[in-house]
């Protein structure tokens, strides 16, 4: 292979082709925490859509398979280099290359943080709607390739709503455009929806195309604590039909994630017994009708059951109730390193049945979980984690046989195995029992179209 990452050498500079033990550790894995992982040959660099184009020329010459990553904050490991090969980060594509006022787009290459564009986009009034929850840490590329969704799809969609067009390097290497600044285009097929949760598996996007709206003048942001999941659960359906208010974020902290943001900030939260809490936000370009607004859905949920309703419409205020939502994730990390996220979606009716089986599921298999998510859109993250005293091996067998299981409960509800963080390689075994054997075939035929030597992030989404 020495002939192979010279010739690298040559496409990017030696200073962008890393072989260093520490660095080839820190990119074979990204944040999901229980996947085994393969030490790739080598992280290059690419700066360009041309250089990434002679990456993947060579690599298909050569049969070596290619990684792509972004930030590295993925949660299924779609950026795991689980066949070897090289990594092929992005991180250095990272320019905004425009903020086009007039037609209210960005053009950004994949290795920008999210939040970046979100703070240039402010400064000329408009606001980027595809936020993530991770918007700090992760890039717009891993965005675009996991199609990710975050707190506001309830009201303004996921990723794949807000990206007009892509420049994409094929797996073979060719350079592709797809889309541009129109909000309309039926001409041929929907390429841009195509690659935009396609996993790094069908090309590698090198340029984007984002949508940008006027940004909201005002928000507000309520903290309802519940003493039931299921009332407050079938709460959410009657905010969205009798109350004609549509939220922007309707997120849901049972108390075991509440709990568990409470320990992490050393902060307890209001109502620290509640079963549950639901924060719900909203926002508006008028101030007086913004209040209107939350006082008319402050009065109806006390009477769906509410034990309080706190109101939060300055920054700090809201910044203070959102930090104990943001705060689950880092404290499963910090004080339960074995655990699983999991990501499932089901109709929003259907959540309260989904929660109280995951309490049975740990139950019969003698672990903890705790559930959180964005309730507005029924997307849940069920997170079991791993007792103390628990073996690794009983860990395994049990976890298996927990997911099994949830996903069993999560098909027959009429739901999916992931909302936003994709199959990768965590999940793609357990898709036969959402895809029949016709929709993976089909997903496969396309697959080898586009990546006939199987060389791009092989051994993801499917085998």
């Known amino acids: 292979m020495r002939e192979f990452i010279e010739k690298l050498q040559q496409i990017v500079g030696v200073e962008n082709v890393k072989t260093d033990p520490d660095e080839l550790e820190r990119y074979s ?31 298909n010459l050569y049969k070596v398979p290619v990684t792509p990553r972004g930030a590295g904050t993925g949660l299924s490991g779609g950026a795991v280099p689980i066949k070897g090969g090289i990594v092929l980060s992005l991180e250095k594509m990272n320019r905004i290359v425009e903020i086009d006022r007039e ?115 005002y928000f507000a942001t309520l903290l309802v ?114 655990h699983c996220m999991e990501d499932v979606s089901v109709p929003i009716k259907e959540i309260p049945k989904l929660i109280m089986k995951t309490y049975e599921i740990a139950e019969e298999n003698k672990l903890e979980v705790l559930n959180f998510g964005h309730v507005g859109d029924g997307n849940v993250h069920v997170t079991f984690l791993k007792p103390e005293q628990m073996s690794e091996q009983l860990w395994k067998e049990n976890l298996e046989k927990a997911l099994v299981d949830l996903y069993q409960t999560t098909a027959k509800l009429g739901g999916t195995i992931t909302g936003e963080h994709g199959i990768g390689i965590k999940r793609k075994k357990y898709l036969s029992i959402f895809m029949s054997k016709n929709e993976l075939d089909l997903m496969k035929k396309l697959k080898r179209i586009f990546d006939p030597n199987n060389v791009l992030n092989p051994g993801k989404v499917f085998d």
């Open 225 to 338: 604590p519940f003493d039931n999941v299921e009332r407050a659960v079938l709460s959410v359906p009657k905010i969205l039909s009798e109350s004609g208010i549509l939220p922007t974020s309707i997120e849901l902290m049972d108390k075991q994630s509440a709990l568990m943001a409470s320990t992490f900030l050393s902060e307890n939260i209001p109502h620290q017994d509640a079963e549950c809490h639901l924060i719900i936000e909203v926002d508006g370009t008028d101030k007086d009708g913004l209040a209107r607004t939350y006082i008319n859905l402050g009065e109806k949920l006390q009477q769906m059951g509410a034990l309080e309703v706190y109101i939060a419409d300055n920054r700090y205020q809201r910044l203070k109730i959102w930090k104990f939502r943001k705060a689950i994730a880092e404290g499963i990390i910090a004080f339960r390193p074995r």
């Open 29 to 59: 894995k990204d944040e999901t925490s229980e996947i085994e992982h393969q030490t790739p040959l080598c992280v290059v660099f690419p700066t360009t859509a041309e250089e990434v184009s002679q990456i993947m020329k060579l690599a």
């Open 103 to 217: 037609n209210m787009v960005a053009v950004v290459e994949p290795g920008v943080i999210t939040d970046e564009i979100q703070k240039l986009a402010e400064e000329y009034g408009l606001f980027y709607a595809g936020d993530p929850a991770s918007s700090e840490s992760s890039s717009i590329g891993g965005n675009v390739a996991e199609n990710a969704g975050g707190v506001k799809v309830m009201k303004y969609g996921p990723t794949s709503h807000h990206i007009l067009g892509l420049e994409v390097v094929l797996p073979t290497g060719e350079i592709v455009n797809f889309g541009g600044k129109v909000l309309k285009n039926v001409m041929g097929y929907d390429m841009v929806r195509l690659f935009v949760g396609s996993e790094g598996t069908l090309g590698i996007v090198t340029k984007i195309i984002v949508r940008l709206i006027p940004k909201p003048k």
